[in-house]
């Protein structure tokens, strides 16, 4: 009923940019709130930042350098990560809590987008 599809991540010198998008599809009635986690090998996803119709909030780790924006009109939200250090690497998922057309609010999740920081 409802695609999370993210897309973005790649290799990336540190102190390097990346943005990443993530577009949802679908029977949406409206997103109550998007959001991206991370998990890199060995370790538990973990809360980037997120969303929600009004106010944003980030990890303490990315806070400064990750920027999480949303374009209701395109059901997408984005990720600008700057000044990216080695510790960033991981795979980059994207989340969406949404109310679907004639039924109710669901949790959803992207793919995933492997972002690495690598020199």
């Known amino acids: 009923q409802v695609q999370l599809v993210d897309s973005g991540g790649g290799l990336v010198q540190p102190g390097g940019s990346l943005r990443l998008s993530c577009a949802a599809s679908?029977?949406?009635?409206?997103?109550?709130?998007m959001g991206w986690y991370r998990q890199a090998p060995g370790k538990q996803r973990e809360l980037v930042a997120d969303?929600?119709?009004?106010?944003?909030h980030y990890a303490d780790s990315v806070k400064g350098r990750v920027t999480i924006s949303r374009d209701n009109t395109k059901n997408t939200v984005y990720l600008q990560m700057n000044s990216l250090k080695p510790e960033d690497t991981a795979v980059y998922y994207c989340n969406g809590q949404i109310i679907v057309r004639f039924s109710g609010e669901y949790d959803y999740w992207g793919q995933g987008t492997q972002v690495t920081v690598s020199s």
């Open positions: 969303i929600t119709r009004g106010n944003t």
């Open positions: 679908g029977s949406i009635f409206s997103i109550n709130a």
